[in-house]
């Protein structure tokens, strides 16, 4: 068992702290990183934690919780920011600011590398030349947004592998959704004149794009052009439609602007973004921090940081509640960022407004803060509650702030695999989920002893790496799953972790009526014949039951991915050419057969080593299998 580091001497480590730019990455007593932060003067900062007179619990705990200090020196404020950026992403530590829930970070994408552009829903903004708009709160939104622009301006919408093996047009085109231009001559100009109105409606210009097409449209009819007028009038009233949702403007307002609100009590802190485009509100987000214990200006400088970095872009003017210490080298930093994604040269503002229709939009953003650090706190509440009901009901030793949940996946016995996943205070903590790759028993369906040897790697490692354990085991499964697990437990001598069986409910046979009932979810202990049949509606079993679910998503999905390298591994085999290497590129690329078969021969002779003739032989042998 891993054993914690002498005291740490902070005054000394700050006495030693040169007074330069710089980040600094604070661990635990465990080795830990705990905390990451920048500053323009590395030793007056770190003075600032070791002297702050404040309530601010972290710092109190300082003393004892800290192991080390060290220190990352760099060459100016801008690139302590970078440097913090990059190592707070790599290592996420437990105190830094973290927006949550990747799956809410959708874009539209308008690419530059084919003859003809599509837009297209994308996850993460890459440094690729393409135009990036969004975030979008769901991919519904950012679909349907895309179906609406699709259909004003006719762009392309298949896929380049369906686009370049057409032989006729598609239904798009009988429809009149795209000039056919897989097949059929299409006037150049015209596409890109359709690409760029795509880019105005989709930068918030489109009152701007409305009023060039009206115009555009009372021309064409001038000219007794009238079915270009027709096709120009219908356009323009389709997108005169769509904004008329966007018609109240909360100022008045030439410039986007984006307004951040910021609610704190303790070591909770809300933060909220509003949004707007010329005035017109198109946007909120809000997110909640526990265990944000640093300043208020680190917490909001460090969202700012997170947020854009994410891919949001970067507005002409931030709204902020309060003054950052280093404004200037954030500015600096959002203008760079604006410039790498095609925006304005204009230089982003941050302002703290002091009166007008702006203040306004200010209190807007902080009542927005507050009432998500009003949510968050209800809904903690209620977790809590639930976890506290868990600990009674099922008579535990402690309240089960972290539960660890196992699950194995085979398909008859073939490619064993298991997956760990973690509930903290009754949320899923996905960076603590752990896969593991069945060892010694491909081609035998064992689910006890699969349990056996995961429970044993976990808890194995746990006690030479001095990790965290769980308050609580939850395993997959009924008494001969649960008496599997205990052993392991045994066999490694803990005993101070509580551990049960959840059995899923199953629908019974029919009866002479022909009707059927499903049996209730059921809830195993050590030791104990009959299982725990507890309030089937009850907010304990449906947390139970997310993390059973959950634990089985997640071990399923580690499954398919190995089954499908196993089955691209088998295919390559055979192909001249394809030895142990490109076999390795080929798989950490495309990862499944149907990926492969999907590919053009293009993407796959840019894997290394493969090349167009290999290419060409690995399609070939691909489509005869």
């Not at 949510?375 to 977790?383: E, P």
């Not at 490109?582 to 894997?607: D, H, N, Y």
């Not at 003739?613 to 042998?621: C, F, K, P, T, Y």
């Amino acid at each position: 068992m891993a054993t914690d580091a002498p005291a740490f001497d902070f005054a000394e480590r700050v006495r030693s702290a040169p007074e330069t730019p710089g980040v600094y990455l604070m661990r635990d007593r465990k080795g830990r990183i705990i905390y990451i932060g920048k500053a323009r003067n590395l030793r007056a900062r770190l003075r600032q934690y070791l002297h702050q007179q404040d309530e601010r619990f972290f710092v109190h705990l300082l003393r004892e919780l800290l192991g080390g200090i060290e220190l990352v020196l760099t060459q100016s404020d801008k690139e302590a920011l970078l440097v913090e950026n990059e190592l707070v992403k790599r290592h996420q530590p437990e105190f830094n600011v973290k927006l949550r829930d990747d799956k809410n970070f959708i874009h539209l994408r308008l690419g530059s590398e084919h003859a003809w552009p599509r837009l297209e829903v994308v996850r993460r903004p890459k440094d690729d030349g393409a135009r990036y708009f969004g975030p979008y709160a769901s991919a519904s939104a950012a679909r349907a947004t895309l179906r609406r622009v699709n259909g004003f301006f006719g762009l392309r919408s298949c896929r380049d592998t369906v686009f370049k093996n057409r032989s006729r047009p598609c239904l798009e085109y009988q429809i009149g959704r795209c000039p056919g231009m897989c097949v059929l001559p299409v006037d150049r100009a015209g596409y890109d004149e359709s690409l760029q109105q795509t880019a105005l409606f989709l930068s918030g210009r489109g009152g701007e794009l409305a009023d060039g097409l009206r115009a555009k449209m009372l021309a064409a009819a001038e000219a007794e052009e009238f079915e270009q007028a027709a096709r120009l009038r219908d356009q323009w009233q389709a997108i005169e439609k769509s904004l008329e949702r966007q018609r109240v403007a909360f100022v008045e307002e030439d410039r986007d602007i984006d307004v951040f609100g910021l609610h704190r009590e303790g070591g909770r802190v809300a933060f909220a973004v509003l949004r707007l485009e010329r005035g017109h509100l198109i946007g909120a987000e809000t997110f909640t921090q526990s265990g944000a214990e640093f300043p208020d200006d680190e917490a909001l400088s460090e969202l700012i940081v997170r947020f854009y970095d994410r891919g949001a872009q970067v507005p002409d003017v931030l709204l902020l509640p309060i003054a950052l210490d280093d404004d200037e080298t954030l500015q600096s930093w959002l203008h760079d960022l604006r410039q790498e994604r095609g925006g304005p040269r204009r230089r982003p503002q941050l302002q703290q407004p002091q009166r007008g229709d702006r203040v306004r939009l200010l209190e807007m953003a902080q009542e927005n803060a507050r009432q998500a650090f009003d949510d968050q706190l209800r809904g903690s509440d209620r977790a809590l509650a639930t976890l506290e009901g868990l600990r009674r009901k099922l008579e535990l030793s402690r309240l089960p702030r972290r539960i660890e949940c196992f699950d194995n996946s085979n398909i008859q016995g073939t490619d064993p695999v298991a997956g760990m996943v973690v509930f903290r205070d009754g949320e899923p903590e996905k960076a603590s989920y752990r896969r593991f790759r069945i060892r010694g028993m491909d081609g035998a369906a064992d689910d006890f002893a699969t349990m056996y040897q995961v429970l044993v790697r976990r808890f194995e490692r746990a006690q030479r790496d001095g990790t965290e354990l769980p308050d609580l085991v939850v395993v997959d499964g009924g008494p001969g799953q649960l008496r599997m697990a205990v052993a392991a437990l045994h066999d490694l001598g803990v005993h101070d972790v509580d551990i049960v069986g959840l059995a899923k409910a199953r629908t019974q046979e029919s009866d002479d009526a022909g009707s059927s009932r499903r049996t209730p979810e059921r809830v195993y202990k050590p030791n104990q014949q009959h299982p725990l049949i507890l309030p089937q509606q009850s907010d304990e079993v449906l947390l139970l039951t997310h993390l059973r679910d959950e634990a089985h998503r997640f071990a399923i999905t580690f499954h398919r991915e190995r089954r499908g390298k196993r089955t691209l591994a088998s295919a390559l085999d055979g192909i001249p050419g394809v030895g142990k290497a490109r076999k390795a590129a080929l798989l950490q690329t495309f990862g499944s057969v149907r990926a492969l078969r999907k590919a053009t021969p293009e993407a796959i002779a840019a894997v290394p080593g493969i090349g167009p003739a290999l290419a060409a032989q690995i399609q070939e042998a691909l489509g005869r299998a």
